[in-house]
């Protein structure tokens, strides 16, 4: 078994092209280029955060080729608003490019109408049984998960430029985490997407996602939520950086598999059948979505457990929003128990999936909205 597993690995490795190669040499040296520039400015466990991404990128981009491009375009967009800002703000943020496109705000804004627009291409595709639907659903989806990985790469800097004291990962309020929420659950459906070789669940899957735009866009206008604001003291802490992302590849793997658990629903009643994905392929995503969340859900909870001991003493207070994460990981954990053991399939593990994303969206939203604690500093 050991010798199969390390042949495996060395035949990997042999299949490596020269883009490969060449796509590791390129995040090799820009993180030796932001060590070098801005190593300064790091601490110890940023510059750590930025060595380990090196490799986690590098295995993404070799087992998934459009990661690859992916992450180039966003890179060059990013670093092209950076050079058109300047270093200065205000007068930065009246060039053309910046003001109606590459700017958060804007980024973020075409965000919003790329998805709707996806959305929409999705279904069309789906009832009329069009693949120009579908392929340009699926374009318009990476269109707006590249804008806005690089809306949220911006409105990084744009805080620094506000004010080095200000600044601070776009992760630390419902509006950033809104837009992280978004992108997860998008490039999580994309890479199901390719590896699956359908886009039937792209209807279903942007749906979710365009619930979530639809909040984004009334708690950014009623709000004015778009604004950049100080941290509080609770969350200036590195355990901000790697808490939230990891609760929110959670919170993605788990709107998947909810949305997947609705068309397996739809399939197995006979509805729109023959337009969906076999049941198996259903329950095999499903369950991998659920299993992915899970883990980075689980990862989430401990690194959250670590910041309270952190910020206030004590590694769990039974706070609402600890108690409803608690709640969230017991579902899925029953959820995965019963499968592993007892084979838990079908009709009743897609209605649990699907009602595991309402305790899920309680958890993230609802105790912000009605609950009070620890966490209020995320109310409404």
Known sequence: MEYASTFTRQSF??????????????????????????GPYMDYYEKTILLFSVPSLAWLGWHWKSARWALGLVAVCSLFAIWLYAGDMING???????????????????????????????????????????????????????????LLVRWYESYLIGADIGHIPV????????????VTSLLYLYYERRYATRALGPFVLLVISAAIGFLLWYTFSRQAEEIQPLVPALQSWWMKIHVPAN???????????????????????????RLPELDLLDDVMYKSISLGFLFFTIA???????????WGGYWSWDPKETWALIV?????????LRLAKGLRGRIAAWWAVVGLLV????????????????SYGEL
């Open 172 to 183: 630390s309020n419902l509006y950033e985490v809104f837009v992280l929420f978004c992108l």
């Open 248 to 274: 929110f590849i959670g919170y993605g793997g788990f709107a998947l598999a909810s949305m997947v658990g609705v068309a397996y629903l739809l399939k197995e009643g006979g509805i729109m059948a023959d």
């Open 13 to 38: 490795i042999r299949r490596l092209s020269v883009l490969d190669w060449l796509y590791a040499i390129l995040l090799v040296a820009g993180a030796l280029t932001g060590l070098t520039r801005y």
């Open 93 to 151: 943020g009246n060039v053309f490019p910046l003001k109606y496109m590459l700017s958060s705000q804007s980024a973020i804004l075409w965000m919003c109408a790329l998805f709707f627009l996806s959305t929409l291409f999705y279904w069309g595709g789906f009832f009329l049984k069009s693949d120009l639907g579908s392929n340009l659903g699926s374009k318009l989806c990476w269109a707006a998960t590249l804008l806005g990985l690089t809306g």
């Open 360 to 375: 899920t969206t309680f958890a993230f939203l609802g105790v912000n909205m009605f609950l009070a604690g620890l966490h």
């Open 301 to 311: 909870t401990i690194l959250g457990g670590l910041w309270a001991a952190d910020a």
């Open 329 to 337: 990981w017991l579902n899925y954990a029953a959820w995965l128990h």
